[in-house]
């Protein structure tokens, strides 16, 4: 039962590099969404997806694309990394339901130098 | 657009004592689900419990207990007998009316516990 997959766990980049964090969920949810953890800053989002072939905004975009493949990923690209892009990522999803919780995947540890 | 507040960023509790962690949100909406999680330092994140606005009554999950004043906006999270392994950072969670709209949370709290 592996639920939501995030793929790598670390990543180290330089400034000006690109790379993609990839996601993919096995629980058929419609929703899915990115967030980062800063310290002090609790979890911030990204982008979210209310179902496949839409994307929106959340609250700190800026420096982030994302991609809803299908169904089940749920990619988020760095065009080109900055050291304030260093953060932990969480990708989660859920049904959409407003009661229903998120499921989160294991994070992604970015350092960027 | 909606904010969650946790205005404690550390807590500290002795084994077996009971400790609560403080939340207040604002919203215009009157139907809308609140959450707490919890993450481990394994960094995974754990529903811990959920209340829903229209529910009078506060949720309860064995230990864990919300005191949800609506009028006020405060969700607050009582945990009793407390234990080693509730050592975490926990989050508040808002979510509005549309299931398809994301979850909000707060800084979060981190909670030491002392044997």
């Known amino acids: 039962n592996a639920g939501v997959t995030q793929t790598p766990k670390f990543q180290v980049l330089k400034t000006g590099q690109s790379m993609t964090l990839q996601c993919a969920q096995d629980?058929?949810?419609?929703?899915m969404y990115w967030y980062r953890q800063d310290p002090g800053m609790g979890l911030r989002l990204i982008y979210y997806?209310?179902?496949?072939?839409?994307?929106d905004k959340g609250e700190v975009p800026n420096g982030y694309n994302v991609s809803r493949l299908n169904k089940r990923e749920f990619s988020l690209r760095l065009e080109s990394a900055a050291p304030s892009q260093t953060s932990v990522y969480f990708c989660?999803?859920?049904?959409?339901?407003?009661?229903?919780?998120?499921?989160f995947g294991q994070g992604t540890r970015l350092t960027v130098v | 657009a909606q904010t969650v507040t946790q205005s404690q960023p550390e807590m500290s509790v002795q084994e077996a004592e009971t400790v609560t962690l403080s939340c207040t949100y604002d919203?215009?909406?009157?139907?809308?689900?609140l959450f707490w999680y919890k993450q481990p330092p394994s960094r995974q994140m754990i529903l811990v419990i959920r209340?829903?606005?229209?529910?009078?009554q506060n949720a309860t999950e064995n230990r864990f207990s919300v005191n949800f004043q609506k009028a006020a906006k405060s969700f607050s999270l009582k945990i009793s007998d407390s234990q080693l392994g509730d050592a975490a950072m926990y989050f508040c969670a808002y979510r509005g009316p549309s299931g398809n709209t994301p979850l909000v949370f707060g800084k979060g709290t981190r909670l030491s516990v002392i044997a």
């Open positions: 989660a999803s859920s049904e959409a339901l407003r009661r229903a919780e998120a499921f």
């Open positions: 209340q829903e606005a229209y529910k009078q």
């Open positions: 997806s209310a179902s496949e072939g839409t994307t």
């Open positions: 919203t215009s909406e009157s139907d809308y689900y």
């Open positions: 629980m058929n949810h419609n929703s």
